[in-house]
């Protein structure tokens, strides 16, 4: 999956591993991800949670997409910090599956947003 998704790799996202319903990223805020107040625009942070969530839903198997998400901003990131993304399995029941992940900056341990998402299993057709 990762291999193939464009968007992550084009925004300078690394996986660092994606194994038994967890997976962990990063990021480096770039220039041009910033808003108007100066601070990462919270579309990336977002994307960059969304994409860990992605990386540790798939890593059991199956092909697994978003039935839905949502995110809590913590604290603002800014050009050049580098970011971390790490999505842990909190259950699965069925085809359905519940994900937390947590964004934050290394370098001091900010964390910067939480991220919980809600995964579904497709069906093989």
Known sequence: MWDDDAASRKLGMELHEAVDGRARLTMTVTDEMVNGHGMCHGGYLF???????????????????????DI????????ADV??????????????????VTVS???????IAEFRGRSRV????
Not at 72 to 79: D, L, P, Q, Y
Not at 105 to 111: C, E, F
């Open 47 to 69: 994307l960059l949670a969304d994409s860990a969530f992605a990386c540790a839903c798939n890593s059991p198997g199956p092909v697994t997409v978003a039935a839905a998400a």
């Open 72 to 79: 809590v901003f913590v604290a603002s990131a800014r050009t």
């Open 83 to 100: 970011l971390q993304a790490v999505a842990q399995e909190r259950v699965a029941f069925g085809r359905s599956g519940v994900y937390d």
């Open 105 to 111: 900056r290394p370098r001091d341990g900010q964390v």
């Open 122 to 125: 497709l069906r093989k057709e």
